[in-house]
């Protein structure tokens, strides 16, 4: 998947999830994590300030996502439902969708 670390696709990341957990709109997500829309539009949009760690928590409550997802895009995890809904988000956003392959003897 989208292994971008910086602010942009850590914004990429919380739309995906926002999207695929039902919330076509950022304030009714927003209000639900405890923000205002106009911050959660700045962590989606990949502005200067980070996802601070206390709502990435929240976030990953919420969609069943981990906070290795959410900031690093690592899929390894997560339930396989929601891989799934989220590489049809990124395929039908027309983004390329790489899932990590296992190494042999590798722990997931």
């Given at each position: 998947?989208?292994?971008d670390t910086s602010p942009t696709g850590v914004g990429r990341r919380l739309k995906a999830l926002r999207?695929?957990?039902g919330f076509n709109n950022q304030k009714a997500f927003a209000e639900i994590i405890g923000v205002t829309a106009?911050?959660?539009n700045h962590w989606e949009k990949g502005g200067q300030h980070?996802?601070?760690v206390e709502y990435a928590?929240?976030?990953m409550a919420l969609t069943g996502a981990e906070l290795n997802y959410?900031?690093?895009g690592e899929v390894r995890g997560i339930p396989a439902s929601l891989v799934v809904l989220l590489k049809e988000h990124f395929k039908s956003?027309?983004?390329n969708v790489i899932v990590p392959q296992?190494?042999?003897g590798s722990r997931c």
């Amino acid at each position: 998947m989208d292994r971008d670390t910086s602010p942009t696709g850590v914004g990429r990341r919380l739309k995906a999830l926002r999207k695929v957990g039902g919330f076509n709109n950022q304030k009714a997500f927003a209000e639900i994590i405890g923000v205002t829309a106009a911050r959660y539009n700045h962590w989606e949009k990949g502005g200067q300030h980070r996802l601070p760690v206390e709502y990435a928590i929240k976030i990953m409550a919420l969609t069943g996502a981990e906070l290795n997802y959410i900031y690093l895009g690592e899929v390894r995890g997560i339930p396989a439902s929601l891989v799934v809904l989220l590489k049809e988000h990124f395929k039908s956003a027309e983004q390329n969708v790489i899932v990590p392959q296992r190494r042999v003897g590798s722990r997931c």
